[in-house]
């Protein structure tokens, strides 16, 4: 069975803390994943340099996306153009369904952040074509800010004919992998029929860290970064 993190922050988000090269050498080289994708808010360029330099790290990478949509915040994945922010969720999936990609719904039902409501999500896949790339819903959001809405998230969609999904939405490199994706198989195409198909399972990592732990370590390296200090790897070969 194959592992992937399907939500992962860099640089291109503004609220990252590490450059491309950091989270491809530590993915290989610190967890047990198998694919990752980079979703940096509203930008895509960063997934487009991770595809590029993967193949030099051994770790697989999908490019993706976490859209800005009206309705709330959507992961789009195996896109390789950007979407324009601010539409509707219908107009967002179905764009992201021109370029050829698939949809998650991101941390859906949490509370106070911009996350997709369950009456938006019922509705989109009411119009034709939707419910074809709204494929997955993430019912395991490491990030401490939707963990409380996790169970809610998973109650939630046990009525839905979607893959259920688990992913770090990782800022910082340590907490990459802390939640994951099960699939068979190990290579991006079976991540991408596995989630086409729901057979899907989530995957949470017994070194998850505390809400504490997490701001203390985060918060100093995101204020390095308005200092023009990032996590990197030069290649790799060298250490972080």
Excluded at 52 to 74: K, Q, W
Excluded at 98 to 118: K, Q, V, Y
Aim: aromatic share 6%.
């Amino acid at each position: 069975m194959g592992l992937a993190d399907l939500h992962i922050h860099t640089i291109y988000s503004w609220d990252g803390t590490s450059t491309i090269s950091a989270v491809l050498k530590y993915a290989a080289d610190y967890t047990d994943l198998d694919v990752i994708a980079i979703t940096d808010h509203d930008e895509i360029a960063g997934a487009l340099q991770a595809l590029d330099l993967a193949p030099n790290y051994g770790i697989s990478v999908l490019p993706g996306c976490e859209i800005s949509t009206m309705d709330g915040h959507l992961l789009a994945l195996f896109i390789q153009r950007p979407v324009q922010p601010g539409l509707s969720l219908v107009e967002t999936v179905l764009r992201v369904g021109e370029l050829g990609g698939l949809c998650i719904a991101a941390h859906p039902l949490a509370r106070g952040i911009n996350s997709l409501a369950p009456e938006a999500i019922r509705s989109a896949l009411k119009v034709p074509g939707v419910s074809d790339v709204l494929i997955g819903i993430e019912v395991f959001n490491a990030s401490i800010f939707h963990r409380r809405s996790n169970e809610v998230a998973l109650a939630f969609a046990q009525d839905l004919p979607m893959a259920q999904v688990g992913n770090s939405d990782s800022h910082w490199l340590q907490t990459i992998g802390q939640g994951a994706t099960e699939f068979a198989g190990t290579t991006v195409a079976d991540l991408r029929l596995a989630l086409e198909t729901g057979a899907t399972k989530v995957h949470r990592s017994s070194r998850l860290a505390s809400g504490p732990a997490i701001i203390l370590k985060w918060l100093p390296r995101y204020l390095m970064r308005l200092m023009g200090r990032v996590s990197w790897n030069p290649t790799p070969g060298a250490p972080l």
